[in-house]
C-alpha cells in the first residue's frame, strides 16, 4: 500500500476535522516521502493544510456554506503530540479564572513547557509563550491557574496586595492544598502572598 493511501486510511478513522502532523505518520516511511505524500493528497483537494506543519480532512458545513475552519483545540491536541509538551492557557487567561482581570488575549495565547513555533490558522495566529523558570514546576498541577495568576499581576505591575483574598474565594480546595504542599517550589518574592492564600502568617 502506498504511503499516501496508509495516511488517507488512517485519518478518515478519526471525525473530520481531527488534525493531524507529519509525525503521526512516521511508521508509514522516511520524513520525506511523508511530506510528499502529504502535499500530494493537500494538492489533490483530499486533506487541507491548516497550518504550517498541519493537515486535517475538511468538516464541511451547509451554515457556512463551505468548509468548517480548523478549530484551535484540533490544532493543540495535534501539536502536543507533535512536540510532547504541556501545552496550557496563558497566565491571562488563568487570572481571568480566578477573577483577578477581566481582561483576556485578543489572540489564543497558550503557555508552553518548550519553545514553541507560533502557527498561523487562516486569518488567525496561536501564539506560544514559553514557560517561566517560576512556572515551570507547576504546570498540569492543581495550583498551577494560581501560580499563573500571580506571576501576571506581576508582570502587568498590579499589586499582590489584595490578590490572596479573590484566590482564596475561586480556587478549589484542591489547587489550595498543593499550593500548601509545594509552596517549596515557589520563588522568595510569590511565596507572603502565597502564605496568605492558604492561611498562614509569614515564617
Known amino acids: 500500500m502506498k504511503i499516501a493511501d496508509k495516511i488517507l486510511k488512517k485519518v478518515r478513522r478519526y471525525d473530520a476535522g481531527h488534525v493531524f502532523s507529519?509525525?503521526?505518520?512516521?511508521?508509514?516511511?522516511?520524513?520525506?516521502?511523508?511530506?510528499?505524500?502529504?502535499?500530494?493528497?493537500?494538492?489533490?483537494?483530499?486533506?487541507?493544510?491548516v497550518g504550517r506543519g498541519m493537515y486535517d480532512r475538511p468538516e464541511t458545513s451547509a451554515?457556512?456554506?463551505?468548509?468548517?475552519?480548523a478549530s484551535v483545540e484540533a490544532v493543540l491536541a495535534?501539536?502536543?503530540r507533535r512536540t510532547n509538551a504541556v501545552i496550557v492557557p496563558d497566565n491571562a487567561a488563568a487570572a481571568n479564572?480566578?477573577?483577578?482581570?477581566?481582561?483576556?488575549?485578543?489572540?489564543?495565547?497558550?503557555?508552553?513547557?518548550k519553545d514553541i513555533a507560533n502557527i498561523r490558522l487562516g486569518s488567525r495566529t496561536i501564539r506560544f509563550k514559553t514557560a517561566s523558570r517560576a512556572l515551570s514546576p507547576w504546570l498540569e498541577r492543581p495550583a498551577q491557574p494560581i501560580v499563573q495568576s500571580l506571576i501576571w499581576l506581576r508582570e502587568?505591575?498590579?499589586?499582590?496586595?489584595?490578590?490572596?483574598?479573590?484566590?482564596?474565594?475561586?480556587?478549589?480546595p484542591k489547587a489550595m492544598r498543593d499550593l500548601d504542599k509545594h509552596m517549596r517550589l515557589?520563588?522568595?518574592?510569590?511565596?507572603?502572598?502565597?502564605?496568605?492564600?492558604?492561611?498562614?502568617t509569614a515564617a
Open 22 to 49: 507529519p509525525k503521526d505518520f512516521v511508521d508509514y516511511g522516511t520524513q520525506s516521502a511523508v511530506y510528499k505524500a502529504l502535499s500530494r493528497l493537500t494538492s489533490e483537494g483530499r486533506l487541507r493544510r
Open 63 to 69: 451554515l457556512v456554506e463551505g468548509p468548517v475552519p
Open 78 to 80: 495535534a501539536v502536543r
Open 97 to 113: 479564572a480566578l477573577g483577578l482581570t477581566t481582561a483576556l488575549p485578543v489572540r489564543p495565547t497558550f503557555v508552553a513547557s
Open 156 to 172: 502587568e505591575g498590579f499589586p499582590l496586595e489584595g490578590a490572596a483574598a479573590t484566590i482564596r474565594r475561586r480556587a478549589s
Open 186 to 200: 515557589l520563588p522568595a518574592w510569590m511565596l507572603p502572598v502565597a502564605r496568605e492564600i492558604v492561611g498562614k
